[in-house]
């Protein structure tokens, strides 16, 4: 009876030692700075994907849509994003299509009639749009001819210069 008595009186202790401890101002503060760095670091995460969002998005809409995700769900939502965010950086994306570009431009010069900018082949004697001559023919094979060519390179036949025939 007695003994029973003091084990009832040790479980209270323990439990109100418990309640005590949870409504204690200690418990409070812990609880306080817990809560105040969980939402310091949902902000963060959240921030990180707003920057991060504005260097891989331009359609504002979307960019909107995943800055929301990362706001909510807290944590959860920025790693939602970083599973589907776009691989690339709009500026890398940019300077590859730069790029492109510059190569397409590049070819397209060489391949191009220098008066009326029609694509022309590069064996073209004359520009079948604007007829300007692009080309001297070799006079025994009629291969097309380099400006600084001498000599054809297909049939060994020197190009005659227009002075040597001015003098003929
Ligand atoms: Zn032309
Ligand atoms: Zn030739």
């Not at 998005?57 to 849509?65: C, F, S, T």
């Not at 959860?76 to 730069?98: A, K, N, Q, S, T």
Request: charged residues 25%; negative net charge; proline residues 8%.
């Amino acid at each position: 009876m007695h003994l029973a008595q003091t084990t009832t009186d040790t479980n209270d202790d323990l439990f109100g030692g418990f309640k005590d401890f949870f409504h204690s101002g200690t418990w409070l503060a812990i609880r306080n700075v817990f809560l105040f760095f969980l939402v310091i670091f949902w902000a963060a995460s959240a921030y990180w994907v707003y920057k991060d969002a504005r260097r891989r998005i331009e359609d504002p809409w979307l960019l909107a849509m995943a800055v929301a995700l990362g706001i909510f769900p807290p944590f959860l939502g920025p790693l939602l994003y970083m599973f589907f965010r776009p691989p690339e950086y709009l500026e890398d994306v940019h300077e590859r299509e730069l790029e492109i570009k510059a190569i397409e431009e590049s070819l397209g010069t060489a391949d191009r009639c220098p008066v009326c900018r029609a694509v022309v082949d590069s064996t073209f004697l004359a520009c079948p749009v604007c007829t300007t001559k692009l080309k001297e023919a070799c006079r025994r094979c009629k291969a097309p001819l380099e400006p600084l060519w001498q000599i054809c390179p297909y049939c060994e036949t020197p190009v005659e210069s227009p002075r040597a025939v001015g003098n003929l």
